[in-house]
């Protein structure tokens, strides 16, 4: 049998089921906007979530946000209840409308405003876990490992480096796999 | 070159292509529910949304509702703006919680409250487009044609049978593609 047909179909294979949906850098660094991500393993949504003081929301302007992760960490996350390296989270914001078409109450989405992300990279990066703001463009510098979003993920997470406090169906799997951080499940207790 | 390893190649790549990610039925009727719709395309999701009067809106207790779709039919329907036959959509419903962890304003998501379908089977349902709930079984029979969900979305919908005006992302593609139905743009420019 040909050689080469063979080394075809088992890279398809590998494809197919690891998928290369992780993060994908350019020479000089920058995290590449996974323009597929809308494909992904969706995570969960929030309306109007606020992490600073109750005082500093916008109650008249909520937004929506949308949390995907890269197809082949989440399989692995729900059979491990860990994070593979090469990780690849993308938050993205969105408008909210109230009324509209047969809608009379409550809110939907609607204009993109924004998009972000988050990528695992053990070798990359030396805390690991690294944040990004995309702001339109087609590519992305990682914030400083000083950054507001690093120091609140790093204190606040409920396994590893990421808010999985608020994705229901990942919570649980952290949970039966006894995965969640001892920092969240001691402030958890209180 | 063997012949049974060709057609095993094209078997598998016709799989991931077009994914075997549709409604399956019982050998009585039944929709088999669709275990692994949290791995499914995620369209949009809404707080409180509320179809009746805004009056029937319950604000202390809003709900958010996560919709998918399976993927073979999203990606048909960005290439097109029309749903293919065997087209499987999910509606899961979940509590909201205000406060928790760090966040001190808005609300995320929490338990399963339910799971919804909707399915377009030419053959099967002489109206195209059936509805089912799940009530945590892990099959349903389909609402009758007269159901007051096959009614609401025949009258409203903005593609075919569905709720595109509520998911951004095909909004768009139903506009540049011209699927809109007439009804409903002719609604929206009152």
Request: aromatic share 14%; charged share 15%; net charge neutral.
């Amino acid at each position: 049998m040909n050689k080469s047909l063979v080394a075809i179909f088992f890279s398809f294979a590998l494809v197919a089921q690891t998928g290369v949906d992780g993060p994908q850098f350019t020479a000089d660094g920058q995290l590449t906007f996974p323009k597929d991500y809308r494909q992904w393993t969706f995570l969960s949504s929030g309306l109007g979530m606020t992490y600073g003081p109750a005082a500093s929301a916008d109650p008249a302007n909520p937004r929506f946000d949308n949390v995907f992760v890269n197809p082949s960490s989440y399989r692995a996350f729900i059979e491990t209840g860990h994070w593979p390296d090469k990780t690849l989270f993308v938050l993205e914001i969105r408008s909210a409308t109230g009324q509209g078409s047969i809608n009379s109450a409550g809110h939907y989405q609607n204009e993109l405003l924004g998009i972000e992300g988050e990528v695992k990279d053990e070798k990359r990066f030396p805390q690991k876990w690294a944040f990004f703001s995309f702001g339109g463009k087609d590519r992305a510098t990682a914030h400083g490992a000083d950054s507001s979003c690093n120091s609140c993920h790093a204190q606040n997470a409920a396994v590893e480096n990421t808010f999985v406090q608020f994705y229901p169906v990942l919570l649980d799997v952290a949970k039966s796999k006894g995965t969640l951080n001892a920092a969240f499940l001691q402030k958890s207790s209180h």
